[in-house]
């Protein structure tokens, strides 16, 4: 049996007192007057059965169990407002909004966003970026999103998001070829005593998991700490230490002699960069276009 929800504008009414706790700042935000938004309160707690507040002289407290309920509406028009503002983008401005890992966007993704723009010159793109793994899809005002997932995170997220592998996340090691040659790297496992761990607090345990399945004797907690992987990439090109890199995200540098491998050993970590988006999402021909030429482009030309 399906429960008929109460009206929407009491919803709303009882979703901004209760973001407040003040019936007068929830009317100045929905503009009505204080009185209206206790009329609206009221039909609620009418409906319900139950007060939602405790009403004292001059102050309102939601109960505990309001409190969770407050929150639950919170997230569902947050939801709505991101909605529609996809959908009124998606219709009138042409947009296809992209989000995406700091270290894919900088390292692989914007270099070839001139092949797309050649394809699909009157479509527009909007970025953001955000740490690897630190976002949900449900929470953001975005098309499509370019995540770090398992497998096992993936099949759990189907069939409500679809997703598609661009890239395996293998680890290794890489430095100048200035800085290999003069700390003679390749000689002795003793001569990674004398360099600079270059450690991302992006991924912080990746030292960690790479020293255990080499065996190299060094502690992985020691080094120079970076914001983001992409200046940990920068720094090892510039000699300042070693780096632990995705390896597909440094190709282009290896192929052009900026950076050289420090260590034969080359670790999967079982995880990769996927393409994620929604069902609905799924329908809009931005999405198609992208989708198409993201995977073959990660399929094809590294």
């Not at 670790?267 to 929604?278: H, K, Q």
Request: hydrophobic content about 45%; some cysteine; glycine content about 4%.
């Amino acid at each position: 049996m399906t429960t008929r929800l109460p009206p929407l504008n009491a919803l709303r009414a009882l979703e901004a007192a209760g973001r407040y706790v003040s019936f007068t700042r929830a009317a100045d935000e929905l503009h009505v007057t204080p009185g209206a938004i206790s009329r609206q309160i009221r039909g609620l707690e009418d409906i319900l059965g139950f007060s939602l507040f405790e009403r004292h002289h001059r102050e309102v407290k939601l109960t505990a169990e309001s409190q969770v309920y407050v929150e639950a509406l919170t997230d569902a028009f947050n939801q709505m407002e991101r909605a529609t503002r996809r959908l009124v983008d998606s219709r009138k401005q042409n947009y296809l909004h992209i989000h995406t890992a700091i270290t894919f966007t900088m390292r692989w993704l914007v270099p070839k966003l001139v092949a797309f723009h050649a394809l699909y010159p009157k479509r527009e793109i909007r970025m953001s970026t955000m740490m690897p793994g630190a976002a949900d899809l449900s929470a953001l005002p975005t098309d499509v999103s370019i995540q770090i997932r398992s497998p096992e995170i993936v099949a759990a997220a189907a069939p409500a998001l679809i997703a598609h592998p661009l890239m395996d996340i293998d680890l290794v090691p890489v430095c100048s070829p200035q800085l290999m040659a003069e700390c003679e790297l390749g000689r002795a496992p003793s001569r990674w005593q004398t360099v600079t761990r270059l450690i991302s607090s992006a991924r912080p345990n990746d030292w960690q998991t790479w020293v255990a399945a080499s065996g190299v004797d060094i502690d992985p907690q020691i080094g120079m700490r970076v914001e983001s992987s992409s200046l940990a990439y920068q720094a090892a090109i510039e000699g300042i230490g070693v780096a632990l890199a995705m390896k597909r995200l440094v190709q282009e540098d290896l192929k052009a002699g900026r950076l050289v491998i420090a260590h034969p050993l080359i670790y999967p970590t079982g995880t990769s960069f996927y393409l994620l988006y929604s069902q609905a999402a799924s329908q809009m021909p931005q999405v198609k276009e992208f989708r198409d030429w993201v995977v073959q482009e990660a399929k094809d030309k590294d």
